[in-house]
Each structure stands twice: as C-alpha cells, then as structure tokens.
C-alpha cells in the first residue's frame, strides 16, 4: 500500500472543508465523561441480560434492580450516546407526528391510551429526577405547535380538537411569545410539559443502577446472538439470562419488525445566542418544520434546533445541514453555530411503537419515531412488568405482533419496495463512479473492482479505508454519510465507521475488509 498512500498524501491539501467542525451534539460536548468497563474474557450470568444503555436500557435496568432482579448492561458505545444523546431533551404527553394523523390509523380509544401511557412515563421521569443526585436540566414548560404558512394552519385547528379529545390540557393562542415571530393562523398550546438534559438523566439512571447491583458495560458490541442458549457475545465474553431484552433503537439481527419501519435522519444544531428563547417546546409546522428550544450552560444562553426528518441514505446529508442552519437564521438574529449533529429514529408502519416479547422470544423496544424519551420510559415500565409478571394496562397496543393491514398495509409495501429497489441498485455500475485515485481526501466513493462494489473512503491523512459495500444485515449496498462519515444502509438503517465497523444495527457482522493485494491491483489498472 505503499505507493497508493503515497499519492494520497500528495492530495492532502486538496482535502474538503465541508463540515469542519466534528458532529457533536450540545448535550453530549456538555457532560462530564463518564466511562464503565468493557466486557472482558467474562461468561456472566443474570436474570436479565439488556442489550443498549439509553434511556430506555438504563431505566429498564434501574427498575429490575430495584425489584430485586440480577442484571448485566451491555452498550455498544457510551452510556446515552447513541439515540438519546441526540435527541432534543424534550418530554411530551402528545407525539411529535400529531395525534390528529394518528387519528387517521387508530380510533379515539387508542389515542387516548397512548396520551395516558405518555403521561404515565413522564410522570415517571420526574420522580426518578427527583430522586437522582444529579443536575439533569429538569424544567416544566409548554409545548406550543404552530404553522409557518397560511395553507397549513387547519392542521393546528386539527391537532387542538384531537388533543382535548385525549384528554390534554390543550389551548389556542393568538400568537407565540417573544421572541418568536408571528404564527400563520392559531398557536396550540398544551400546559405542563418538561424538558431535561437528556445525557446527564441517563447516566444518573446508570450510576444508580450500578449502585444497587446491575453490572454495566460500555464498548462492548454485541457479535452474536444465541437465542436457544439465551446468550449474549460480544467480541471477548458473553452474558447468559433467563430474558434477552434487545434496547437497541432497532433490535439486533433479524425481526419482522423491521420490515414495517423506515429508518430516518434528522439534524440537530445548537447557536450561542444573546436573546434567549423563553421555557417551552416550539415545533413549526410549514416549510422548515424545525423544532426549537433553549438550554443554558454555565451563563451561556443556546437555541437548540432540530430540522425535518430524511430517509436514511437517500439525501443529500450537507443540503440538510446548511438547509436547517439557514431556516434559523432567516428567524433569529445567530450566527454562532457551536454543535451540529444527527440522529436516526425508525417510524413504525402504523404510528405506534413495538414493545414487547417478540416471536422470537427476545424483548424488544423499536419504532419510537422521534417520540423516544418518554416511549423508551414507557417501554421500560412495560417490559419490567412483563418479566416480573406483573399486568400492564398498555401492553397490548403496543404489542410486536400486531399487525392491522389497514392501518400498516401501505406503509409496508412502499417501504419493501424501497428495499427492493436498493437491492437492484447494489447489482448496477455506476458509471460516473470514480477510480481509487480519483477519492481525495475526505472523500468516499463506492467503486467497481473485479465486479465486486467496494465501499471506498480517503481519510483526511491521505489514508485508504476500504470494505465491502454490501450491509451484513440483509445484502442491501451502502452510502457515503459524508456528515458524520459513515457508510449507511438505506433499506433498514445499520451504519457502519470507514473501516466498516458496526454503528448502529440492526446488523450485527461488520464490513469485510478489502485486501491490500486488491487495491493495489485496482491502482495499477488506473
């Protein structure tokens, strides 16, 4: 590899300077770093063995030691850095996609179940805050949905008939408060929602649970499931339970469940600002769709912003960025962006989310949307009572195995045509593809060797990393994430680091590696 890495140094200096500053969320660049032990040569055994150490994981945990249950975490990476790390910290009773659009898969029974199961984990939430000797950002506040534009201000008449029809204290205002500009049409209001630093709360929950017992263990990914042995293994030990409980945003491996979610990507970022925004949940509706908040660290004031949702690998990851930074811009006088970020949410076919024991007798906890602070609460209480076999007043509506073809039918289908076409996609030369010499650096590109797709990435020092660009979880071809620098599966939403490592599942196998001898040949052919 001598001669390839050598002109790739030569290119250095032509390297791109799109996204200079490393994805990194406000929460995340704000708490103190916390680090557990990852799991070594170690066969462990336990009552419950939990896969995942976000919210849902580490509440879960909390709870079964508490009830006297023997428990071992695993977390892929950090303690609440993946998901919960990058949401907004914002806890609601309603959802973020609107009860009324809910409305139009389930009847009013339904929806108001679900507004009580979100009020009963927000409930939740704020007793373990209380509890917890941490500073966790805990602040009640209102949630105010508005529209940007004239043609979309039914929708908020829509949404405030189906709040008070669940049972939310729901209100319409004339106008938002300063400073935020005037509302097309009427301002719902719903009274007494909550926001939180959402990685400082959970690494609160995991150091409590670790005080009362639970073995918690960070850096150590799952390689392999062995469901008959209820065995969990990862790279240097493994960990037996009576239940598998699988808290990993989408379960690991194979389920049926993934064939009825669409893997998403919303971006975050974070302005030093000088007017702060007062306490409250602001989410637009219109052309932008952004949802915003404030949060204060040491003295300084920040307007959080979160932008509209894009499917996994099918979008232009810069566009989305600079689009999201310049719709703030045109409505609050920043300029300072201090942290951007993404996060990926799965959306379920029919609007609610799986919770539960599924067919294959593992526990899972998937298709929370971008609802998953106070669902993967829910999701904790739900599962908790199953295994200690206590009643649970919601677990049937969110039940893995249901499935209504009325209500999902269309979604699945146009989602597994989706995976169809992306299967074509990963068999078809693309003809305007670069040769290896032709990535500079920073760059990516997947690329034809022998007939074979390789996944091809020149770090910013000039070096080769090079995989197979084929997802290990079903076959789909991957894409460049040129924001975070990720190779991402468009099917089902696993993403993979430039070495082909696994990020986020559900795969489980990583990237094969492409040999030196192929990429040398591969040069001397260009």
């Known amino acids: 590899m001598n001669a390839p890495t050598g002109w790739a140094l030569r290119l250095l200096d032509n390297a791109p300077k799109s996204f200079e500053m490393p994805p990194l969320s406000l929460w995340r660049a704000t708490s103190p770093p916390t680090e557990w032990p990852s799991l070594g040569s170690d066969v462990l055994t336990a009552d419950v063995v939990i896969v995942g150490g976000g919210i849902t994981g580490t509440t879960l945990a909390l709870r079964l030691v508490e009830a006297g249950q023997s428990v071992v975490l695993l977390e892929a990476g950090g303690i609440g850095e993946g998901a919960t790390g990058n949401s907004t910290g914002n806890l609601y009773e309603t959802i973020a996609g609107g009860l009324s659009a809910l409305g139009r898969k389930w009847n009013a029974g339904v929806i108001a179940r679900v507004v009580q199961s979100?009020?009963?984990?927000?409930?939740?939430?704020?007793c373990r805050v209380e509890d917890l000797p941490t500073e966790c950002g805990w602040r009640r506040c209102p949630l105010y949905r508005f529209s940007s534009c004239g043609t979309r201000a039914e929708e908020i008449e829509q949404e405030y008939q189906a709040s008070v029809a669940a049972g939310l204290s729901a209100r319409l205002l004339s106008r938002l408060p300063v400073p935020l500009w005037?509302?097309?049409?009427?301002?719902?209001?719903?009274?007494?929602?909550?926001?939180?630093q959402p990685l400082a709360y959970v690494q609160a929950l995991a150091r409590a649970a670790a005080n009362r017992g639970c073995r918690i263990f960070s850096r150590s990914p799952v390689c392999r499931l062995d469901r008959a042995r209820g065995t969990v293994i990862t790279a240097h030990g493994e960990a037996s339970g009576q239940h598998i409980?699988?808290?990993?945003?989408?379960?690991s491996g194979f389920h049926l469940v993934q064939a009825e979610m669409l893997p998403c990507q919303e971006y975050g970022v974070a302005f030093r600002s000088s007017t702060p925004l007062p306490p409250g949940i602001f989410w637009e509706v219109g052309e932008?769709?952004?949802?915003?908040?404030?949060?204060?660290v040491d003295g300084c004031d920040y307007l959080v912003a979160v932008g509209e949702a894009h499917k996994t690998a099918q979008h232009d990851h810069k566009a989305a960025v600079d689009g999201l930074e310049a719709a703030v811009q045109r409505r609050f006088n920043v300029h300072d962006v201090s942290h951007r970020w993404s996060a990926q949410s799965f959306r379920s076919a029919d609007g609610l989310p799986y919770i539960g024991r599924d067919?294959?007798?593992?526990?899972?906890?998937?298709?929370?949307?971008?609802d998953g602070l106070v669902f993967g609460t829910l999701a904790a209480d739900l599962i908790a009572d199953q295994i200690l076999g206590h009643d649970n007043p919601w677990a049937d509506i969110y039940r893995p195995g249901r499935f209504e073809p009325a209500k999902a039918a269309q979604a699945v289908v146009q989602e597994n045509v989706t995976v169809v076409k992306e299967l074509l996609k990963g068999h078809v030369a693309d003809p305007d593809a670069p040769t290896l010499a032709g990535i500079a650096p920073g760059e990516a590109a997947v690329i034809r060797i022998n007939g074979e797709s390789v996944a091809a990435h020149r770090?910013?020092?000039?070096?080769?990393?090079?995989?197979?660009?084929?997802?290990?979880?079903?076959?789909?071809?991957?894409?460049?994430?040129s924001f975070e620098r990720s190779w991402d599966c468009p099917c089902h939403g696993s993403r993979f680091s430039p070495d082909g490592e696994v990020l986020c599942g559900p795969a489980i196998e990583p990237l094969a590696v492409v040999g030196s001898d192929r990429l040398i040949h591969a040069f001397e052919a260009t």
Do not use: Y
């Not at 979100?118 to 704020?126: C, M, S, V």
């Not at 005037?182 to 939180?196: F, N, R």
């Not at 067919?359 to 971008?370: D, E, L, N, R, V």
């Not at 770090?459 to 994430?481: F, Y």
């Open 359 to 370: 067919m294959s007798g593992t526990f899972i906890a998937t298709g929370f949307a971008t």
């Open 245 to 251: 409980v699988l808290a990993t945003h989408s379960p």
């Open 459 to 481: 770090d910013d020092h000039g070096i080769l990393h090079a995989v197979h660009a084929v997802c290990t979880h079903l076959k789909c071809p991957v894409r460049w994430n």
């Open 288 to 296: 932008s769709s952004l949802s915003l908040r404030s949060h204060e």
């Open 182 to 196: 005037q509302a097309s049409g009427p301002v719902l209001m719903i009274d007494d929602q909550a926001q939180l």
């Open 118 to 126: 979100r009020q009963h984990a927000l409930d939740a939430i704020r």
